[in-house]
T-cell receptor, first 115, second 115 residues
Framework: DVKVTQSSRYLVKRTGEKVFLECVQD?????MFWYRQDPGLGLRLIYF???????EKGDIPEGYSVSREKKERFSLILESASTNQTSMYLC??????????????FGPGTRLTVT | AQSVAQPEDQVNVAEGNPLTVKCTYS??????LFWYVQYPNRGLQFLLK??????LVKGSYGFEAEFNKSQTSFHLKKPSALVSDSALYFC?????????????FGAGTRLFVKA
């Protein structure tokens, strides 16, 4: 079974702090994604990565950055946390499209509260 | 614009009755369609997908979905609902993006199955 783990289930940070959210997958997937989930808005893509050291902006990248130094690890960074970044953050991974597998595998999520 | 719509915020059904969760989409080209389920305080789990072939696809936990090209729909169905099916369901479509593809998620439909 694919396993995607996230470093924290719950996190409380203060406005202005730098926040790191870590994600690790154990299935050698090339693709990794960060989403935020808010009620009534579904999942919105923040950043994604198709390979080590590669990153692409998603739909809502403002206020976020990412790092992918190793294939299995994809980190989301909030440079200066703000209250409007209070949300559920979901990490996902998927194999390359050439495998015929297009579905994503999700971690349990990190519920971040910025006060 | 490429999009996914889940017209119902909530669906209520009695245990043992059939259930349907609706999804319509708008993408250019052939759609790759997915359903995911999220149980309380958990990440999303993949349920089923349509890539090509038979319009009726079967997935996990007895769920199935029917791809209807003319109506641009991909409704999720189950013949007999269980209380344990109560969860948040997301429809998603793989769509072309600058430089590749991305997955667009609907806003989600909360399913309540009453005993």
């Amino acid at each position: 079974d694919v396993k995607v783990t996230q470093s924290s289930r719950y996190l409380v940070k203060r406005t202005g702090e730098k926040v790191f959210l870590e994600c690790v997958q154990d299935m050698d997937h090339e693709n990794m994604f960060w989403y935020r989930q808010d009620p009534g808005l579904g999942l919105r893509l923040i950043y994604f990565s198709y390979d080590v050291k590669m990153k692409e902006k998603g739909d809502i990248p403002e206020g976020y950055s990412v790092s992918r130094e190793k294939k299995e690890r994809f980190s989301l960074i909030l440079e200066s946390a703000s209250t409007n970044q209070t949300s559920m953050y979901l990490c996902a991974s998927s194999p390359t499209p050439g495998t015929g597998l297009y579905e994503q595998y999700f971690g349990p999520g990190t519920r971040l509260t910025v006060t | 614009a490429q999009s996914v719509a889940q017209p119902e915020d909530q669906v209520n059904v009695a245990e043992g009755n059939p259930l349907t969760v609706k999804c319509t989409y708008s993408v250019s080209g052939n759609p790759y369609l997915f359903w995911y389920v999220q149980y309380p305080n958990r990440g999303l789990q993949f349920l089923l997908k349509y890539i090509t072939g038979d319009n009726l696809v079967k997935g996990s936990y007895g769920f199935e979905a029917e791809f209807n090209k003319s109506q641009t729909s991909f409704h999720l169905k189950k013949p007999s609902a269980l209380v344990s099916d109560s969860a948040l369901y997301f429809c998603a479509v793989r769509a072309r993006n600058t430089g590749g593809f991305k997955t667009i998620f609907g806003a989600g439909t909360r399913l309540f199955v009453k005993a």
